[in-house]
């Protein structure tokens, strides 16, 4: 079984570890795949503007440069570790209303992608690219600090055909209700800070290429979650 | 005043111990080398790899792994790369989900043509965790030379070589190494690697050079099976806390000698939090406490600038007090700075200023292991005796409600 983490952070938007360090320390404990995946945050809203304000987040002048970044990193992480990085954004449209509020992932994303646009047309946009569509935290989490995005869950019904998996755990949180809904799904940790790495990881049973993982996720058979706990 | 004066006194007498051990260190690395007719590290000289002969002894090196420490790949690659023509890695763990077991794979994949064997292998032969996991490793070893190396400890490819060649005199019961703790990236590691580089270091080449007692730290050890086995073997070490000072007490004290090998290991720690740095001081203090007994006061008094801190708490700052704080810190930092310089420890020069905060830490924690007997070790809690000698602690009955309480107020705070 491949040890996976689709979700992290790095300086280019809010973590607080460098991009190498990340996937040093992720391939110092053993992990197989992992995907760096930055905010892109809407400039559309008081966070966004905030956001892009303060750097927080990859947008279309940088975008080149952080994908070039990843590119390098994976080839030294396969190299050094064995370990397949995946390149990503968190496309995080962020509004004072959890409600309204929602993220998502695109993994192995190829050109960029605003966040401004609607939901269909990012949807589309990525599927497009043959990228892989997670939403992210999609309930109620226990983490005080963090914003609760809502929008997909609520609006499941016209979205969930778009969205190849859900995260059903995130770092310390399960989602009960995307077993209930029998939705495809994965576990992450949400990496910001180094002690994220002991969080809910997945685990797939898959060969180690990127369109392997991907198929694997969508058809959502042999996939399994983990707490890794040191 | 007259208290001041004490205090003052105590803490010139700390900072002249500080002193020695900052000579022991510089002699150690100095003399070591220039016995052997090479350069020293303090010249400034790389250290060459000595030919390698195919008389060499060969050596099982034993990994016990248990959870993931920083640079966990790095460190057990570093072993794989050795320049040395005999020699087996062994990886010991107690269960297949142990999150290290898929690193040693890892490496066991990345160096095939390596003699690597993973041993999984639950054993509850004691209460000493490394020494259980070191149980099956042993047994399964086939060479007559055995290393144990801890799994946080980085090497450099002359390692084996260089420790090796003390075992050619066969008078050498136990070569163990000076540690050098590398990294640091969260304020917890930046301590432990302080701590590590000063008082650690200081102090095992204070006993070793000036007191010529054996002070064996147990992230590298290496020794010949029978040696190990006439002071009983692992069997008789499996209940105690200090196994790594016991094996070299005992060993000395059977006519063999304990080398401390100017060879330096890295101990990487980058992203320690600051609580596993007070929980490993505390279980260190409790160790040296129960071996040391009254000897454990020397600590304090070796700690000058918790000495001179006293003053500044117990009387309300002035002048002088504050003196005698500022210039024992200065005089910390600069000597931890320096030493940090000869042993090439590649830290920020600004992070040495954060040595007095580190010792004013250790000197308060210096007090619980006085009032506390139990430890909490890899999730286990135990009672401690004398010479470290565990033994399991309650988790019910009458007595055991402090502890509950102490659980149930941490978990609360989580």
Known sequence: MLLCDFHIHTKYSDGSVELRRAVDLFGQAGFDVIAITDHVVNGDSSFGKLAHRFRFTVNDKNFDDYMAHVRQESERAYDKYGMLVIPGIEISKNYISSDKSAHILILDIKEFIPACWSYEKIFLEAKGQDALIVACHPHHTSEMTMRETLFLWNNRDKYAKYIDAWEIANRDDVFNVISLKKYPYIANSDFHRARHLYSWKTLLNCEKKVEAVKRCIRHNKGVAITLFRN | ?414
């Open chain 2, 1 to 414: 005043m007259i208290l001041f004066w004490i205090f003052a006194g105590i803490t010139l007498i700390g900072l002249a111990a500080y002193g020695f051990q900052v000579w022991a260190i510089r002699q150690t690395l100095k003399e070591r080398e220039a016995a052997r007719g090479e350069k020293t590290l303090l010249e400034g000289a790389t250290p060459a790899l000595p030919p390698l002969s195919a008389s060499s002894p060969g050596i099982s090196v034993l990994k016990p792994l248990r959870g993931i420490d920083d640079n966990l790949f790095d460190n057990l690659a570093s072993v794989c790369m050795q320049d040395y023509p005999r020699y087996e890695i062994i990886f010991a763990l107690q269960d297949y989900n142990d999150p290290a077991y898929k690193v040693a794979e890892k490496v066991r994949e990345k160096y095939p043509e390596k003699d690597i064997t993973i041993i999984v292998e639950r054993c509850n032969a004691g209460l000493n965790p490394k020494v259980n996991n070191l149980t099956p490793a042993y047994k399964a070893s086939k060479y007559e030379v055995i290393l144990i190396s801890d799994s946080n400890v980085m090497v450099g490819r002359d390692y084996l070589s260089k420790i090796a060649t003390h075992m050619q005199d066969p008078d050498t019961g136990l070569v163990s190494n000076l540690i050098q703790g590398t990294g640091g990236r969260t304020l917890g590691s930046v301590f432990e690697n302080l701590h590590l580089n000063s008082f650690i270091m200081g102090s095992v080449c204070f006993l070793d050079r000036f007191l010529k007692m054996p002070c064996v730290v147990g992230k590298s050890m290496l020794m010949r099976k029978r040696d190990l086995e006439a002071i009983g073997g692992f069997p008789a070490v499996k209940d105690v806390l200090a196994e790594d000072y016991l094996i070299g007490k005992r060993i000395e004290e059977s006519g063999k000698k304990v080398i401390l090998s100017h060879y330096m290991v890295r101990n990487v720690n980058h992203y320690w939090g600051m609580r596993r740095f007070l929980n490993r001081h505390v279980r260190w203090g409790k160790l040296r406490w129960r071996i040391g007994g009254f000897r454990y006061i020397s600590e304090l008094i070796g700690n000058p600038v918790f000495m001179s801190c006293i003053p500044v708490l117990l009387w309300e700052p002035s002048k002088v007090t504050a003196s005698l704080l500022i210039a024992s810190s200065c005089i910390k930092i600069m000597g931890d700075l320096y030493i940090g310089r000869i042993i090439r420890a590649p830290m920020k020069s600004l992070l040495y200023f954060l040595a007095p905060v580190k010792d004013i830490i250790i000197g308060i924690i210096w007090f619980i292991p006085i009032l506390s007997n139990t430890v909490v070790w890899r999730g286990n809690r135990y009672i401690i005796g004398k010479d470290s000698l565990l033994s399991p602690c309650a988790e019910t009955g009458k007595w055991s409600w402090g502890y509950r309480l102490t659980d149930a107020i941490k978990a609360r705070f989580a």
